[in-house]
């Protein structure tokens, strides 16, 4: 068990609706990332997170919007779906510092239909 | 920038093989290197790290040594099993933010 939980496992849903991803980071780690996998294009960092704020941007689409609480945890939001956004969407997290590794969730395999 | 390139696979070994799973770098500075390993319809799981030169990280019977000199992070088992079947990740984390960078994956299918 990685210590990061991420919710929901499994989210189906239509094209053009919005759908939300939590994710909790592991006790103590103040930095937390986002990541899409697909079966075509490997792991796509998409956005990363310290204490609150916004650090480092990836290949992240304008439709997908994040952030980071007070509390650490995190919220991935994807709006106007499309088929090609059905992926699995991992969180990880991290003490933030040179060495720490990453930690990942499960993650969430979302299916657009 | 840091870049980190893995071999390609799918890779199919017999039982007890040696394996090797090649993977280099490209970083400025002084990175950490980490192997993770994805078992199927699970996340990611750190596998081994190490953070400076000549640093050799293990677990589970594998191995990987840090070599500056050829920017390489080589991962090897000398004997695999069936329950090592899995998909491999060699990365490094550097630069400003400790960001990471991720190789494309190596898929591992150990036959009995």
């Known amino acids: 068990d990685s210590g990061v939980t991420q919710t929901p496992k499994h989210l189906i849903t239509a094209t053009g609706q919005r759908v939300t991803l939590r994710c909790s980071p592991r006790s103590g780690d103040l930095s937390v990332y986002w990541y899409q996998q697909s079966l075509d294009q490997g792991l796509q960092f998409l956005i990363q997170y310290y204490n609150g704020e916004e650090r480092a941007k990836g290949n992240i689409l304008e439709r997908f919007s994040a952030q980071q609480f007070p509390d650490l945890h995190s919220e991935l939001n994807l709006s106007s779906l499309e088929l090609g956004d059905s992926a699995l969407y991992f969180c990880?997290?991290?003490?933030?510092?040179?060495?720490?590794?990453?930690?990942f969730g499960n993650g969430t395999r979302l299916t657009v239909t | 920038g840091n870049s980190v390139t893995q071999m390609e696979g799918p890779v199919t070994l017999s039982e007890e093989a040696f394996l090797t799973i090649n993977c280099t770098y490209t970083?400025?500075?002084?990175?950490?290197l980490f192997w993770y390993v994805q078992y199927p319809g699970e996340g990611l799981q750190l596998l081994l790290k190490?953070?400076?030169?000549?640093d050799k990280g293990s677990n589970k019977g594998f191995e990987a040594t840090y070599r500056k000199e050829t920017t390489s992070f080589h991962l090897e088992k000398g004997s695999v099993q069936v329950s090592d079947s899995a998909v491999y990740f060699c990365?490094?984390?550097?630069?400003?933010?400790?960001?990471?960078?991720f190789g494309t994956g190596t898929s591992l299918t150990v036959i009995p």
């Open positions: 990880a997290s991290s003490a933030g510092q040179g060495w720490s590794p990453l930690h």
């Open positions: 970083a400025t500075g002084y990175p950490s």
């Open positions: 190490a953070t400076k030169a000549d």
């Open positions: 990365a490094l984390s550097g630069g400003t933010g400790n960001q990471f960078y």
